[in-house]
């Protein structure tokens, strides 16, 4: 029903930035939150960001907290996760989510398929 696309990622030097972009296409008619999670190889998947459906309020996982910033256009179905002083620690797939509730859990409804993103020091 909603598909979801991650761009931006790729190899950066720690203290870095990138700019991850998550485009939705679909039935998106309908308000819905969206969130970033992120996944290392052999680890759980972990709550990175969200915001909510009107870009009002957004949430922050304390390890990137005042590095990263999630933001939305209102014209365009985009999310963006810019992310600053990239560390070592921050190297994973990051996932864009779309769910009715907003949630530190992996519980959204719709998935992208991920983008690789690795910090080098």
């Known amino acids: 029903q909603v598909q979801l696309v991650e761009s931006g990622g790729g190899l950066v030097q720690a203290g870095g930035s990138l700019r991850l972009s998550c485009a939705a296409s679909?039935?998106?008619?309908?308000?819905?939150?969206m969130g970033w999670f992120r996944q290392a190889p052999g680890k759980e998947r972990e709550f990175v960001a969200a915001?909510?459906?009107?870009?009002?309020?957004?949430y922050y996982a304390d390890s990137v907290k005042g590095r990263f910033t999630i933001s939305r256009t209102t014209i365009e179905n985009t999310v963006y996760l810019q992310m600053n002083s990239l560390k070592s620690e921050d190297t994973a797939v990051y996932y864009c989510?779309?769910?009715?509730?907003?949630?530190?859990?992996?519980?959204?409804?719709?998935w992208g398929q991920g983008t690789q993103v690795t910090v080098s020091s």
């Open positions: 679909g039935r998106t008619s309908n308000p819905y939150n």
């Open positions: 989510a779309a769910g009715r509730i907003v949630s530190v859990q992996p519980l959204y409804d719709y």
């Open positions: 915001i909510s459906w009107n870009g009002i309020l957004t």
